[in-house]
Nanobody, 115 residues
Framework: QVQLEESGGGLVQPGGSLRLSCTASGDTVTIINIGWYRQPPGNQREMVALFRGSSPPNYGDSVKGRFTISRDNAKDTVDLEMHDMKPEDTGVYYC?????????WGQGTQVTVSS
């Protein structure tokens, strides 16, 4: 089993920046894909940024050029740097991980972009 714990959410003004961090624990060597999803209010969960295996990361269309995902395999962390944030970036951000057999989710952290 793998546990994922997010940190770093909060309130930010439009145009501002925020950094989220996810720490994985447990059987982390089994994780193949890892990244971030979000769920805007009243909408479905959507992919924000994702590492699939050792390939370069994929980004959702709405965050390309503004968000950057990074990972530190030695520390079992994956971070999300968010810049030029917009009100539509508001939502609950979830750390996601997938092994060959299982899908893992963190509990989520709230990000609110508002003046």
């Amino acid at each position: 089993q793998v546990q994922l714990e997010e940190s770093g959410g909060g309130l930010v003004q439009p145009g501002g920046s925020l950094r989220l961090s996810c720490t994985a624990s447990g059987d982390t060597v089994t994780i193949i894909n890892i990244g971030w999803y979000r769920q805007p209010p009243g909408n479905q969960r959507e992919m924000v940024a994702l590492f699939r295996g050792s390939s370069p990361p994929n980004y959702g269309d709405s965050v390309k050029g503004r968000f950057t995902i990074s990972r530190d395999n030695a520390k079992d962390t994956v971070d999300l740097e968010m810049h030029d944030m917009k009100p539509e970036d508001t939502g609950v951000y979830y750390c996601y991980g997938r092994s060959r057999l299982y899908t893992y989710w963190g509990q989520g952290t709230q990000v609110t972009v508002s003046s």
